[in-house]
C-alpha cells in the first residue's frame, strides 16, 4: 500500500485567505489538528492549531504563511514510511505532494491505524516485508515457497501498483527475525526494499 491510495476524500485543504476561524471549524469537522495550506494546487505548507491560538482566529492565514511546516509525503511512499513521517514530525494529518509540488491530497493518522488494523493480522506477532516486482516476475505462490522453506508463514499480503507494469506486495510474516527470509528472497532475486519488525510498527503506533 502506497500514499496515494491512503488519500482521503473528505479531507478539503486550506486557502492563504482562509482565517483562524474557518480553519478551527474544518479540523474540528475533519478530527485533526493540522491542514495543508493550497493556493492554485500549489503546497504552501501544514498548518497547525498552535499557529491559529498565536495568530488569532481572526488573522488570515495569509499573514503568517511563513510559520507553515514543510511537512509532506510523495505519492509513492510506502504505508510503514508514510506513519514514520507522521511519528516522527508527532502530526494528526500529512499532505501528499508530487514532484512539480503539487498537492495530490491528504493522510489521516487515524485513517492509517484503521487501515493497519484491518488488514495485517494486527494480533498475530511477526514482521512486515516489503518486495518490489516487476509484473512478468510476480508470483506469490512462489514467494510463499520462499518463505516457507525458511520455516516461516505469510499470514497476510496486500498488493499495490505504483505504475502498469509494476507491483508492490506488503507481506506480513509470523516470524520476528526475517534476515533468512530476506536473504533467500535476494538469492531469487527479488528486491525487496524495506522490513518492519512488529515491534516497530507497534512503537510507531504508540508514539
Not at 498475530?124 to 520462499?146: K, N, T
Amino acid at each position: 500500500m502506497i500514499a496515494h491510495e491512503l488519500i482521503s476524500e473528505e479531507v478539503k485543504p486550506l486557502h492563504p485567505d482562509d482565517d483562524g476561524e474557518s480553519a478551527f471549524r474544518k479540523m474540528q469537522e475533519y478530527g485533526v489538528s493540522h491542514l495543508p495550506v493550497i493556493r492554485d494546487h500549489e503546497y504552501l505548507g501544514l498548518l497547525n492549531e498552535d499557529e491559529i491560538i498565536k495568530h488569532g482566529t481572526e488573522s488570515p492565514i495569509e499573514t503568517y504563511l511563513y510559520t507553515l511546516d514543510n511537512i509532506y509525503s510523495n505519492p509513492s511512499d510506502h504505508l510503514f514510511d508514510v506513519m514514520k513521517k507522521i511519528s516522527d514530525s508527532d502530526i494528526t494529518l500529512i499532505p501528499v505532494i508530487n514532484d512539480e509540488n503539487e498537492y495530490k491530497g491528504s493522510i489521516r493518522r487515524n485513517d492509517i491505524f484503521d487501515y493497519y488494523n484491518k488488514s495485517f493480522a494486527f494480533s498475530e506477532p511477526g514482521s512486515i516485508i516489503v518486495i518490489h516486482v516487476h509484473d512478468s516476475q510476480y508470483s506469490l505462490s512462489e514467494i510463499s515457497h520462499i518463505i516457507e522453506s525458511e520455516r516461516a508463514m505469510v499470514l497476510s499480503s496486500i498488493i499495490s501498483r505504483p505504475s502498469d507494469t509494476q507491483i508492490i506486495l506488503t507481506l506480513k510474516v509470523n516470524k520476528t527475525d526475517v534476515t533468512r527470509i530476506i536473504a533467500a528472497l535476494r538469492r531469487f532475486e527479488y528486491d525487496v526494499s524495506a522490513s518492519y519488525s512488529e515491534e516497530e510498527v507497534v512503537d510507531n503506533f504508540k508514539e
